[in-house]
């Protein structure tokens, strides 16, 4: 689960630097060419400075920082939650989505380091104008380790495109923890699952934390 974190953060990275102004039309900046770009950024500044991923508090603020602007947190939590949420008020909608985003939060500040000295080769990817939804495939490479594939799905929305979902080895982040929630759920009602969301997201220590 760790590097299908790390990933989604490089994407919300890659949408930060560059996908607001991306044009449909023009093959330069395509999502994958953005993808490429971005992540090779990423790489490269965990190469020459390894503390961001190793000091916790710095990783937290990169990623508040720079990040999570560009995630849709409530599209993401609606689509692991599933049936589920259309019967959430609005007070348990709000709640689940900021549960799942700390949640989330502190597994990409954990997993920062299992992209250190990656490779990602991204595939072409057409986008029409009216196209609302694209996804971005990539194989990412790293030192000693099989490659793995990747997909990024990602949404258009008035200030550009969002990450709502990503899979690896076709595990996906948004199904796996729908799996999840669902057992929750249909054991403890929407209230049990944002009680577990709640204690899981408690001040413990950071290896714990980022189970």
Do not use: C
Request: cysteine-free.
């Amino acid at each position: 689960m760790k590097i299908i974190s790390s990933l989604l953060l490089t994407l919300g990275l890659l949408l930060a630097t560059g996908a607001p102004a991306l044009a449909a039309n023009d093959p330069e900046l395509a999502p994958h060419v953005v993808a490429k770009r971005a992540s090779e950024d990423v790489i490269t500044a965990l190469a020459k400075d390894p503390s961001i991923s190793k000091d916790r508090a710095r990783a937290l603020a990169f990623i508040d920082e720079k990040i999570l602007p560009f995630i849709d947190f409530q599209a993401m939590t609606r689509l692991a939650v599933g049936r589920a949420w259309r019967d959430a008020s609005p007070e348990q909608q709000a709640r689940l989505t900021s549960e799942f985003r700390t949640l989330l939060v502190r597994t990409y500040a954990a997993s920062l380091d299992t992209l250190r000295g990656a490779e990602i080769d991204y595939r072409p990817v057409n986008v029409g104008p009216a196209d609302k939804r694209a996804v971005v495939k990539g194989l990412v490479k790293r030192p000693g380790m099989q490659p793995l594939t990747m997909e990024m799905a990602v949404e258009r929305q008035p200030d550009g495109w969002h990450v709502i979902d990503i899979a690896i080895e076709n595990l996906s982040l948004v199904t796996n923890y729908r799996t999840e929630f669902g057992g929750i759920v249909q054991r403890d009602g929407l209230n049990g699952l944002i009680k577990s969301l709640a204690e899981r997201n408690a001040p413990r220590d950071a290896a714990t934390a980022a189970k």
